[in-house]
């Protein structure tokens, strides 16, 4: 396992397998291109950091861009369970609050469903994420690398967050990834040049 696939597999030793529309996908390096694999959707409670949005009553958790515009915009996981009661840090306008928090839950792959009060993220402490690459510059091919940035949005759809090329590598910001998008990107694209990071993280 490169240093890439071992400081982001979020469930060591494991190998799901999904089927999704009849066809099904492992995890693991078997061929797959980014875009046909399918993570798994944790076992336990994730947390993710953004936005909570809350349009008239429905409220989502956005991990990604937000519209600078007043009351802001996004699109993002809609939230189960989630109340505004005794939290602090939010903004209203007409039918719409929203505010930066830290959010606890389990996530099924569609709704994440709240378990335990937010944090605002002003006062979150988080652990930091770590740099798979070591500082060392990555081996990918500049335009392949473009050409694929640009088929991020479609190749994986409401996963897909951000992206962006640094050092030699194309760094790609998911909803989502036990490893198995890691692998395929892998797979298809050879090792040390794509890094796939997780938006949710598994609570330890």
Excluded: H, K
């Excluded at 982001?8 to 190998?15: N, S, Y």
């Excluded at 928090?101 to 389990?106: D, I």
């Amino acid at each position: 396992m490169n240093r890439v696939r071992r400081a982001f597999a979020a469930a060591a030793g494991a190998a799901s397998v999904l089927v999704l529309a009849g066809c099904a996908t492992a995890s693991g390096t078997g061929g797959v291109p980014l875009g046909d694999a399918y993570p798994a959707a944790p076992s336990g409670e994730v947390v993710g950091q953004g936005t909570v949005m809350d349009v008239g009553g429905e409220a989502e958790l956005c991990l990604g861009p937000v519209a600078e515009s007043y009351p802001p915009q996004c699109s993002g996981i809609p939230l189960e369970g989630w109340s505004w009661d005794g939290v602090e840090g939010s903004e209203t306008s007409d039918d719409v609050q929203w505010g930066a928090y830290a959010v606890q839950g389990t996530y099924d792959g569609e709704v994440f469903a709240v378990t335990a009060p937010p944090i605002m993220l002003a006062l979150y402490d988080p652990m930091p994420f770590p740099d798979p690459t070591g500082g060392e510059a990555g081996e990918g091919d500049e335009a392949t690398l473009v050409a694929l940035q640009d088929e991020l949005p479609d190749r994986l759809g409401t996963q897909y967050l951000s992206s962006s090329i640094e050092n030699g590598y194309l760094w790609i910001d998911v909803v989502w990834d036990d490893g198995t998008l890691q692998d395929a990107a892998d797979a298809e694209f050879g090792e040390d040049a794509v890094v796939v990071r997780s938006a949710l993280r598994e609570v330890s």
